[in-house]
């Protein structure tokens, strides 16, 4: 039963989208309900995985594979065989249980509304692009994957958005589509570069990783993994809305809907992190060695600079775009510094930013729905009509801003104690993203529950039943990695050993 | 074959045996064309569709049987099956572009039967035959190996599509579309003529398979003016193809022409194009391509950049496709440019491959979305954008057919457009031309924003007032729509069985 598991856990959003086509349009209710088991179900599975993983093992698990296509003289007279194959390792899994959580969790969030038939079919073969991306093991299949959460994006960004959602969906299309080539054009490099080491091609990531880290030194030369690694990361900068490819970032979150900014702040943005790991550390860590300066310069220019951004926002959706920048700027300080307790931040970044802009952006949704706004100055006094969703919108905002014993905390730590250790200098620069961090959140925490309560915000309803579950599910899970981070970092440690004793450090 | 003096008779069977899907298609235009003068006017429009599409799949078939002759041959190890000393040979090579050539044009005549119907002034014999004619000349162009024979099959070509394109005699745009085409693809015949005639200056051969090796011989002491020849055949054919900046006619021309003969164009025409171009390149230049490579990889660099940016500010829906069919033909051009840098012959085989690929995939999406094309607009009254605003309410199978066409044509995954791209982007990386790789697909997300901007008018937007009422699709052109859709959908998810394909052939008999 096992064997399937990952199949399933990546086609049942799109059998879901698949059946959801024959609902008739008129239906009530039916397309939240099929979407709902549709995500709730591999939630399931993905934790059945998780309860039967083997942390101490580092290779691929539950791996599925088959032969898809095959192009003959791919590679000289050799043929090229694409794999469907799945699999996941200590790296993925995080990223697996994240997007499981996020994606069901938006779905339950989400309100009733206009078209939700085709909302939800969107939604749902977005989630098995999501899915796709961080369980593939073949480059086709993940570059497949990839393009495969832009169609659905457009739509929903296009259709449900706000004021300018044409505009918006259409920038969103464009920045991914040309990350999406970066990608590309360095996976399908690296390929055919392990290939000219091992005589046969193939793009099965395991093998292309294998063959970069046995190929003897003049084989591949230096140029052309520094090159390939520049293509690669460049495109992860757009991917990830680094500075200063960072715009589509906060215009996607203004005018998405809030279900959409949930799964964009949660997973989405996190594929470019996930590749950075994957390819980046995994295939080229000499590479990454060679330009860890520089990684590390735009990490904390992303820190300070998005940091300070964040501050003159006006609209709440902004700032906690602008916020993510910040917290994956620190992402790139860990990964420059390359050493076990950096990359581990990195990594525990990613996951707990992850989870932050899930509740986050859950939140300002809740917000957005009683009063109509997220406008900062035009909200006031929430505490007030809605305590308890003004208490989680503080526990979210104290999180975010590395309170310690909640998973932010632990993970800058990480991250800074990893850059500190290779560069001190920017690392201390960098340090001050945390200041700025609780100055940009408990400002704007301030403007919004505490106060006055003006006339029009009196009297809107506090958290209905089912909205606690997303607040406590993600405020357990923030606290239980502060807490608790060994049931992150177990997952995460074997990898991470095997990356480090490759770069000898 | 009776060889006497070096002379060669031909007799019928042994013209059966190399061209019988070129005869069959030569008497069922003659047959057309007769019946026409004894048949009342209402069933010759009637019937000579019909016949047409018989004719087309009769010699499809036949095609499929020459499939077995050259794998007979080659198990056998016999020489190329040919005729009149190489003149016109019978390969898989041919044989797959003619599959490509009489199922694109039996789409076409079924897609006509529709416009005829609305297009009184067309005389649909006349039609029906010069297809057919043009459909036998661009077989010639695929399979003829003496460059004075493969020009007569470009001229049987072109001359049929001048005509086809200025079918709609009360129309100013098609006159004008059709005279565009004849002024410019005239010159560009004789641009081609010129160039070969500079081949048979050096080698004294107009026979590709034999004056290539004598070229060799030459090509250093004739660089310039061999370099000079390939370079007017390349502008005569590109512009046959629409290569940027040879492209200029087709939005034009295009625009003009009915729907159905829009499709031809964009379709089996320009597939035949890239024939010829194969088969020329192929045969006479592939010794030397490391030194003529570079205007091939210039030409599909500009082509690819080009077509899709001028395509962004497209409103008229048929001149938007114009832009995206000189894009793709940029895409097709790849395929051959890397072969400059591949040092082995397996490359050829994988260019080979890649360009089929790419082109029946094109075939399905292109033909799909002009019979959508067709429908949609002619319920608007008008060819803008505009008139797919909303048809997502108006027609939900519509919508989604012209959903998954222009995804297929944006190369989204799980299409045939996906797969043909990452296909040819394989090549670019093997070669190590990274750039031109990357090229292709970061014109492609340029491109995004043009298709996207129907997939907007479709879904995204409301449709005005007065077209709110369903649309009815005729039955022609839903055959047409399901044929591109599942074409499409079928080699986007599972490209195997075509990749087995064209792996198992005889590409050039062996």
Request: neutral net charge; contains cysteine; glycine residues 10%.
């Amino acid at each position: 039963m096992m064997g399937n598991l990952l199949t399933l856990i990546v086609f049942l959003p799109l059998l879901g989208a698949l059946i959801l086509g024959f609902v008739p349009r008129s239906a009530n209710g039916q397309p939240k309900a099929i979407a709902l088991i549709a995500t709730f179900l591999p939630l399931l599975f993905a934790f059945i995985l998780y309860g039967n993983f083997d942390s101490a093992q580092s290779g691929m698990q539950f791996s599925e594979s088959k032969e898809w296509i095959h192009i003959a003289h791919a590679f000289q007279d050799k043929e090229l065989v694409i794999g469907y194959s799945l699999g996941v390792d200590g790296l993925a899994m995080p990223f697996l249980l994240l997007t499981a959580l996020v994606t069901f969790l938006g779905v339950l969030a989400t309100k009733s509304m206009q078209r939700a038939k085709e909302f939800f079919i969107w939604y749902l073969i977005l989630v098995t692009g999501l899915y796709g991306c961080f369980l593939a093991q073949d480059l086709f299949l993940f570059f497949l994957f990839l393009e495969m959460t832009l169609v659905p994006m457009y739509f929903l960004i296009g259709i449900w958005g706000g004021d300018r959602k044409g505009q918006v969906a259409t920038k969103f299309l464009i920045y991914r589509g040309l990350a999406s080539v970066g990608i590309l054009v360095s996976f399908v490099a690296l390929a055919f570069k392990a290939a000219v080491v091992t005589g046969t091609i193939t793009m099965d990531m395991t093998s292309i990783a294998q063959a970069f880290a046995k190929a003897p030194a003049d084989a591949i030369t230096a140029g052309f993994k520094h090159g390939i690694f520049l293509v690669l990361f460049l495109a992860i900068l757009i991917e990830e809305a680094f500075f200063p490819f960072h715009t589509w970032l906060p215009d996607t979150h203004e005018q998405s809907p809030s279900t959409i900014s949930m799964v964009v702040g949660g997973v989405l943005m996190k594929i470019g992190a996930y590749v950075l790991f994957r390819i980046g550390v995994g295939i080229l860590p000499d590479a990454v060695k060679y330009y860890a300066t520089v990684i590390a310069v735009i990490g904390v220019i992303n820190i300070v600079y998005a940091a300070l951004v964040a501050m003159v926002q006006k609209d709440w959706r902004r700032l906690l775009a602008f916020s993510a920048i910040s917290h994956m700027g620190v992402v790139l300080l860990g990964v420059a510094a390359m050493n076990q307790e950096g990359l581990q931040g990195g990594i525990f970044m990613t996951i707990s930013s992850g989870l932050l802009s899930g509740l986050l952006f859950f939140l300002i949704g809740a917000v957005r729905e009683r009063t109509g706004t997220t406008i900062i100055n035009a909200l006031g006094g929430l505490s007030k009509p809605m305590p308890v969703l003004a208490g989680f919108l503080l526990a979210a905002a104290l999180g975010s801003l590395g309170l310690p014993g909640m998973s932010g905390f632990i993970s800058e730590i990480l991250a800074f104690m990893g850059g500190f250790a290779a560069f001190p200098g920017l690392s201390a620069v960098g340090t001050l993203g945390i200041i700025f961090a609780a100055v940009y959140l408990l400002w704007a925490m301030q403007r919004t529950t505490y106060g006055p309560t003006t006339a029009q915000l009196e009297g809107l309803s506090d958290a209905r039943a089912i909205e606690y579950v997303p607040m406590v599910v993600f405020v357990a899970l923030i606290i239980l990695i502060g807490v608790y981070p060994s049931i992150l970092g177990d997952l995460v440690n074997h990898t991470i050993s095997s990356y480090v004793t490759r770069i000898g450090g | 074959m009776n060889a006497m003096n070096g002379l060669t008779q031909l007799h019928f069977s042994d013209l059966w045996h190399v061209m019988a899907p070129e005869m069959i298609l030569v008497i069922g235009g003659f047959l057309i064309l007769v019946l026409d003068l004894f048949m009342s006017k209402e069933s010759s429009r009637r019937l000579s569709p019909q016949l047409g599409i018989l004719f087309l799949i009769a010699a499809f078939v036949l095609t499929i049987r020459n499939f077995g002759i050259v794998a007979d041959n080659a198990a056998a190890g016999g020489d190329m099956i040919n005729l009149s000393n190489m003149l016109y040979v019978l390969d898989d090579f041919g044989n797959v572009f003619k599959l490509l050539f009489t199922a694109g044009t039996a789409v076409v005549l079924l897609m006509s039967i529709d416009f005829f119907k609305h297009n009184l002034e067309v005389k649909v014999a006349e039609y029906t035959y010069l297809m057919l004619f043009a459909t036998v000349g661009a077989m010639v162009m695929a399979s003829a190996l003496d460059l004075i024979t493969l020009f007569v099959g470009l001229e049987l070509l072109s001359i049929s599509s001048y005509v086809l394109v200025a079918m709609r005699r009360n129309h100013a745009k098609s006159t004008e579309g059709a005279m565009k085409y004849l002024v410019i693809g005239s010159v560009a015949s004789a641009m081609a003529l010129y160039g070969m005639s500079f081949l048979y200056g050096v080698t004294g051969q107009t026979n590709l398979a034999m004056g290539a090796s004598t070229m060799l011989q030459l090509w250093d002491q004739f660089k310039p003016v061999l370099v000079l020849g390939f370079l007017l055949m390349l502008v005569g054919f590109g512009v046959k193809v629409a290569l940027v900046p040879f492209h200029q006619w087709a939005p034009d021309t295009y625009e003009g022409a009915g729907n159905p003969v829009t499709s031809f164009l964009a379709v089996v025409s320009k597939a035949a194009g890239f024939a010829l171009i194969l088969r020329v390149f192929l045969w006479g230049f592939s010794r030397v391509f490391g030194d003529i490579y570079i205007y091939l990889v210039i030409l599909a660099a500009l082509t690819m950049v080009i077509g899709n940016v001028a395509a962004l500010t497209q409103k008229n829906i048929k001149r938007l496709l114009a832009y995206s069919s000189v894009a793709q033909a940029g895409y097709l051009l790849i395929p051959l440019a890397t072969l400059g840098k591949g040092s082995s012959i397996d490359n050829i085989w994988l260019s080979l491959g890649q360009t089929v690929f790419y082109l029946v995939a094109y075939l399905f999406m292109t033909m799909g979305a002009f019979a959508v094309l067709t429908v949609v607009t002619r319920q608007a009254g008008n060819e803008t954008l505009e008139a797919f605003r909303g048809l997502w309410r108006r027609s939900p199978f519509l919508a989604v057919s012209m959903a998954v066409f222009t995804l297929s044509m944006a190369g989204m995954p799980l299409t045939a457009g996906f797969v043909g791209k990452f296909y040819i982007f394989l090549g670019t990386i093997n070669t190590e031309m990274y750039w031109l790789g990357g090229l292709l697909f970061a014109t492609s997300a340029i491109a995004f924003y043009y298709y996207f901007g129907v997939l907007k008018a479709i879904f995204l937007k409301d449709s005005s007032v007065e077209t709110h009422e369903k649309i009815q699709v005729p039955a022609s052109i839903g055959v047409t729509i399901a044929i591109g859709l599942i074409g499409t959908i079928v080699l986007g998810v599972y490209p195997d069985a075509m990749m087995k394909l064209l792996n198992g052939l005889h590409w050039f008999g062996q």
